[in-house]
């Protein structure tokens, strides 16, 4: 392991004004996004789709400081022979890849899920070490029970999950690749804010004592949070100040100053929520931070782009400029400097 490499790697992911385009939905829900614009998922539909987006100089230059990949896109070439990664990397921006083999049910626990993909990891990533990605990422998923029930996550759930991402960071390590860790405490549902806090903190506080019992160098890891938000169904939906204060209060408790870099996720968020409540934390606490704070977005950078383009070639120029945008304005946030002009004026 060497550990200036992989802290090199971890700083430049969360560079002033940069942060990540996650481009790595599974077959699965790659499928669900082109159903969406009624696209056939082929193999070379999606080569199209990742490959524009990846040629946008103007995103991927000024505001994409890394890409993850599913396994399929690391391998795979432009139309012109390029490997796509290459073209990542001609960007200036760093390939990364999804390592885990996702979310399955857990019989213990029922309704709760545990990610799979430790096994034959330590090969695999010598393979994407080979084949260019200097980081990885593993999602857990932790639901909350609905109706105000306090069921769910349970701790048996809990460490479970946070075992493995202990185990996935340290295998990365070993072999230079940059764990990006994501413990996703879900939105779905109808808890509020506070319990979303609450359940956000004890994950966290269960990661780290996992990355520090497995060894893991926080100095070359970086944490794929979700924010301290209500869910999608609660009534009293908190605004982004209070998002804002809650998330950074929440991360200053739990999150030790060695790690280089937070990277939100944006877990069904609407691309300018995503934005503003970003740029509100970096615009509010930034001093408060030892950690940069930035985005590693799917939906939130994806989504005008997905619907500008539609699967078709002509549509091409109008989607990269969907893209640009976004990334612009995700820019701007981990600055503090986004605005609702900025965000308008397209
Ligand atoms: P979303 O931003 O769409 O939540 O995706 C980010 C991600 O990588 C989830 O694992």
């Known amino acids: 392991m060497n550990l200036d490499q992989l802290n090199q790697v971890a700083v430049a992911m969360v560079a002033p004004g940069k942060g990540i385009l996650a481009a790595d939905e599974s077959t699965g829900t790659i499928k669900k996004r082109f159903d969406s614009i009624n696209v056939e998922s082929t193999e070379e539909n999606r080569r199209d789709y990742r490959e524009f987006m990846f040629r946008t100089e103007t995103a991927m230059r000024d505001h994409i400081s890394g890409v993850i990949l599913f396994e399929e896109t690391l391998k795979q070439k432009a ?129 780290f004592q996992e990355l520090f019992d497995q060894r893991v160098a926080l100095e070359g890891t970086i944490l794929k949070p979700n924010m301290v938000i209500a869910g999608k169904k609660c009534d009293r939906q908190a605004g982004t100040e209070e998002i804002a204060e809650k998330t950074v209060k929440c991360f200053r408790e739990t999150v030790p100053a060695a790690v280089p870099g937070i990277v939100f996720l944006s877990g069904g968020q609407s691309e300018a929520e995503a934005s503003q409540n970003l740029n509100t934390m970096n615009a509010a606490y930034k001093e408060q931070m030892p950690w940069g704070l930035s985005f590693s977005y799917g939906r939130a950078l994806q989504a005008s782009a997905l619907k500008a383009w539609s699967g078709k070639v002509e ?32």
């Not at 990364?96 to 990891?121: N, Q, R, S, Y």
């Not at 990334?327 to 986004?338: D, E, F, I, V």
Request: charged share 25%; aromatic share 6%; with cysteine.
């Open 79 to 207: 139309a012109d022979g390029t490997p796509l990664a290459k073209i990542i990397e001609d960007m200036g921006s760093i390939p990364g890849i999804k390592v885990d083999k996702g979310a399955k049910d857990m019989h213990a626990f029922p309704g709760e899920k545990v990610t799979e993909g430790l096994d034959g990891l330590r090969e695999r990533l010598a393979e994407y070490y080979e084949l260019g990605a200097r980081f990885a990422k593993w999602r857990a998923v932790i639901d909350i029970s609905r109706g105000g029930d306090r069921t769910m996550p349970t701790y048996g759930n809990l460490k479970a999950n946070m075992h493995a991402l202990g185990r996935y960071a340290a295998l990365c390590q070993e072999a230079n690749i940059v764990p990006i860790v994501e413990p996703e405490v879900l939105m779905d549902g109808d808890h509020d804010i506070d319990r979303c806090y609450e359940v956000t903190a004890t994950g966290l506080k269960m990661l």
């Open 315 to 346: 549509n091409v120029p109008a989607a990269q400029a969907a893209f640009s945008h976004r990334a612009r304005m995700n820019g701007l946030a981990q600055l503090g400097t986004w605005s609702e002009a900025a965000e308008k004026a397209a």
